[in-house]
């Protein structure tokens, strides 16, 4: 079973704006027919509607293997203010028909799938970072939120889930901490919750491409940067419970 984490892919509302993007997804569904796309938010630049069609345009061609989770970006213009209507857009524009299991908007819950190939079961697992206000000095901060904590936990703890690979996406990077305008304000409650209890985690947000091994007791921690243009991304490939992680090329 295999998966290629990318995110930030920011489409604008003219096709000409995205132009990068479109031939980074066109490569991927090209060359990797038979992996599953993750992608950790910031679909859209600005959460407006010509911005959802044409992500959605690009993005229906993965449909059935392709798993989102929403980033500040998709909720709100620039990124910092947040808009309900938005919200509710990432559900009708992309969740929806993406066939995702589940939508954000309505419960604020994680929305949880299963993957089954051979010998392997893979849950996946998508939260909303998105930190639900108004207020400009929130800029891109993010907040996963006691309620959606509280469900994480509750499926990480379900001993019917045990023998599940657990991989865990969200949008907001957990580990910064110098820069006060983008940080995930309750990162250290979800760590907490999420060490020796999930595989891997996949998030974006700061464009960095990173990883950690063996980080609280998780096998494989990756950020993504932002990937249109960038000309590579990460493969994780899951066979018998094993797991690897490569780069391969997207451009």
Not at 29 to 37: R, T
Not at 66 to 76: A, E, K, M
Request: include cysteine; hydrophobic fraction near 35%.
């Amino acid at each position: 079973m295999k998966f290629i984490h990318i995110s930030d892919l920011h489409f604008h509302g003219t096709d000409e704006k995205n132009s990068e993007v479109t031939k980074t997804l066109g490569n991927l569904n090209k060359n990797y027919p038979s992996h599953c796309i993750i992608v950790t938010g910031d679909i859209v630049d600005d959460g407006n509607k010509e911005q959802y069609i044409l992500a959605f345009e690009a993005l229906q061609h993965f449909k059935k293997r392709i798993f989102i989770c929403p980033g500040n970006h998709d909720f709100g213009t620039a990124g910092n203010f947040y808009e309900r209507k938005k919200a509710e857009s990432f559900d009708e524009y992309l969740m929806t028909p993406l066939q995702q299991n589940g939508t954000f908007s309505d419960d604020n819950l994680p929305v949880v799938s299963i993957i089954r190939e051979n010998n392997d079961q893979v849950m996946l697992i998508a939260l909303d970072t998105n930190l639900e206000t108004m207020d400009p000095t929130d800029f891109a901060c993010g907040n996963v939120g006691d309620k959606q904590l509280k469900a994480l936990k509750d499926i990480l703890s379900d001993s019917s889930n045990a023998t599940f690979t657990k991989i865990l996406f969200f949008h907001h990077h957990p580990f910064i901490r110098s820069d006060f305008t983008m940080e995930l304000n309750d990162a250290s409650k979800l760590m907490e919750i999420i060490k020796n209890k999930v595989n891997v985690v996949l998030f974006g947000h700061k464009h960095d491409s990173d990883m950690w091994r063996s980080k609280y007791g998780i096998e494989f921690i990756l950020a993504s940067n932002n990937s249109p243009g960038k000309g590579s991304a990460r493969e994780i490939t899951i066979e018998n419970k094993n797991i690897t992680v490569n780069e391969v090329p997207i451009d």
